[in-house]
């Protein structure tokens, strides 16, 4: 069994990570296929491929074996040590009868696929405060997520807010 390693928060920017070794950039996407607001936009003016993947995977229906689809998982290399976990947590874009998109169980289900390639990568994790914006959730429900798929596995996260 691993070790527990306490989560690291840092103000900064995730999709520059503060790391020496393989590294994943987690965040969280919507099942709609939608990409233009969040997060992703700085993803996206760092590097292409994430959202250039994340569109084809919605348009094919599937990347290698996952489908598209809640609480999946897309992995895109982005550099030698750098890999974006597209992880579909939320269920559209907007609330619906006043219940934000954000779906836990799917966040929960994601993190255990992004905490599987962390340990075959050897990699930290690092990701802004996941589904706490545009998707509505509490960090007092994600961190202990967090904790419970990453951090009690061994598995170093630095968590990023922007400013202090």
Known sequence: ?????????????????????????AHVCNDTGGWGAGFV??????????EQQYRQWRHDGAAGSAPFALGEVQ?????EN????????????RRIAGQPPIRYAAIDQ????????????????????IGCGLA??????????IFSRLSSRGIPVTIYDLTA
């Not at 993190?111 to 405060?129: C, D, K, T, Y």
């Open 1 to 25: 069994m691993s070790q527990f390693v306490p989560v690291q928060y840092i103000v900064g920017d995730a999709t520059q990570p503060d790391a020496i070794g393989q590294v994943i950039v």
């Open 41 to 50: 936009l700085a993803l996206s003016k760092r590097w292409k491929q994430p």
């Open 75 to 79: 992995f895109v290399r982005v550099g």
């Open 82 to 93: 750098i890999t974006v976990a597209n992880m579909i947590g939320q269920h559209g874009i």
């Open 110 to 129: 994601a993190l255990i696929r992004v905490a599987e390639e962390a340990s075959r990568q050897n990699a930290g994790v690092h990701m802004p405060r």
């Open 136 to 145: 509505g959730g509490s960090w007092d429900e994600i961190e202990p997520l």
